[in-house]
């Protein structure tokens, strides 16, 4: 029997959502420790920071499109997807309420940025499952 969206919710911090949104935010974090490392202590130059930051949220949101994926009884690619739009809802709603900025990319391609992102990171993630169910 498929788990719905509501009951996967209600495992807490079990939840597939839960643990891909905690490796989304990880990976993001200690990533943006390595680049200032880097702009720190090397002749890495800031206009490049651009190109890094995108990057690194591509990464983090295929890595936790690819765990959610693993966890969740959903096609990986809708489990990388809703992962991605939940990461890009937090990141706008925190830029407007804490920062009252927007991004700089406008807001539709950066959610399809992170809808793909997090679709692919899903689909590798379903593939690599063990118990994989053909239809």
């Known amino acids: 029997m498929k788990e719905t969206?509501?009951?996967s919710a209600k495992k807490g911090l079990r939840s597939p959502w839960m643990i891909g949104?905690?490796?989304i935010w990880a990976?993001?974090?200690?990533g943006s420790l390595i680049i200032a490392m880097f702009l720190q202590y090397s002749s890495l130059s800031t206009n490049q920071l651009p190109v890094?930051?995108?990057v690194l949220n591509i990464v983090a949101l295929f890595?936790?499109?690819f765990v959610t994926a693993r966890k969740s009884e959903y096609q990986g690619w809708i489990a990388g997807g809703?992962?991605?739009?939940l990461y890009i809802l937090i990141i706008l709603l925190l830029a407007f309420l804490a920062f009252d900025t927007f991004?700089?990319?406008h807001p539709l391609w950066l959610s399809m940025l992170a809808f793909g992102g997090g679709a692919l990171g899903g689909i590798a993630g379903i593939q690599t499952k063990k118990n994989k169910k053909s239809f």
């Open 5 to 7: 969206f509501y009951n």
């Open 27 to 30: 990976i993001l974090i200690f």
């Open 52 to 54: 890094f930051a995108l």
């Open 21 to 23: 949104q905690f490796v």
């Open 63 to 65: 890595c936790g499109g």
């Open 82 to 85: 809703i992962q991605g739009t």
């Open 103 to 105: 991004t700089t990319i």
